[in-house]
């Protein structure tokens, strides 16, 4: 069966401390790999998305890479804003999108 | 701001009862995603519509349905409600279909009493 499993559940940082998410998956036939924010009781807000292993893109504090089996979300010197779910998904074959459960990243000031 | 509307934000009702929920896609897209997001079963795909047709289907309980109509905006219809429908529902958008970007909007909190 398709997965996506994301490590850790909860992250909690000082501001400026840098770290790494963790996406792992277990598909057949990875379309895209996508990683999105979310604010509590808010839609999920698109961040990057990835498509070979080997890709990598960045915005501000985030950079986001990818292999064959999973994917890696760092975030240099975060901020409190930086606070939020972070969201892993994939598309295989099929047009869905299949979700991880999140990471909730805290960041303390 | 997504460019993808949802209306209403919030809905209250009582068990047994049917709403629709309504979601317009970004300007230019043409599909259409809906998911449902409980605290305890995080975000599961739906239903997806391309260009008014029905292409994809997920976890979608037979008391719910789904439409999108020539101007591309896509309802979903939700009834004989039960109290653990009460989640929030998103729609997406995207351009196309295979591995397009899917844009959220911000949702609709639905209570069931």
């Known amino acids: 069966e398709d997965q996506v499993t994301q490590s850790p559940e909860a992250l909690r940082l000082q501001e400026g401390e840098s770290s790494s998410l963790n996406c792992s998956y277990t598909?057949?036939?990875?379309?895209?790999l996508f990683w999105y924010r979310q604010d509590p009781g808010k839609g999920p807000e698109f961040l990057f998305t990835?498509?070979?292993a080997g890709e990598e893109k960045e915005k501000e504090r985030l950079k986001a890479t990818l292999t064959k089996k999973e994917s890696f979300l760092h975030i240099t010197a975060p901020k409190p804003e930086d606070s939020a779910t972070y969201l892993c998904a994939v598309q295989m074959g099929a047009q869905k999108l299949v979700f991880g459960q999140g990471t909730r990243l805290t960041i303390n000031p | 701001d997504s460019g993808v509307t949802q209306t209403p934000k919030h809905l209250i009702t009582a068990t047994g009862q049917r709403v629709t929920l309504r979601c317009s896609p970004r300007s230019g897209d043409l599909s259409v995603y809906w998911y449902q997001q409980s605290l305890d079963q995080g975000l599961q795909f739906l239903i997806q519509?391309?260009?008014?047709?029905?292409?994809a289907k997920g976890n979608i309980l037979e008391r719910f349905s789904a439409q999108q109509f020539p101007d591309l905006h896509s309802e979903l219809n939700l009834s004989s409600l039960e109290l653990g429908d009460s989640a929030l529902y998103f729609c997406?958008?995207?351009?196309?279909?295979?591995?397009?970007?899917?844009?959220f909007g911000p949702g609709t909190r639905l209570t069931v009493l």
């Open positions: 598909v057949s036939g990875l379309r895209g």
């Open positions: 519509y391309y260009n008014g047709e029905e292409r």
């Open positions: 997406a958008s995207s351009v196309a279909s295979l591995a397009d970007t899917q844009y």
């Open positions: 990835l498509y070979s």
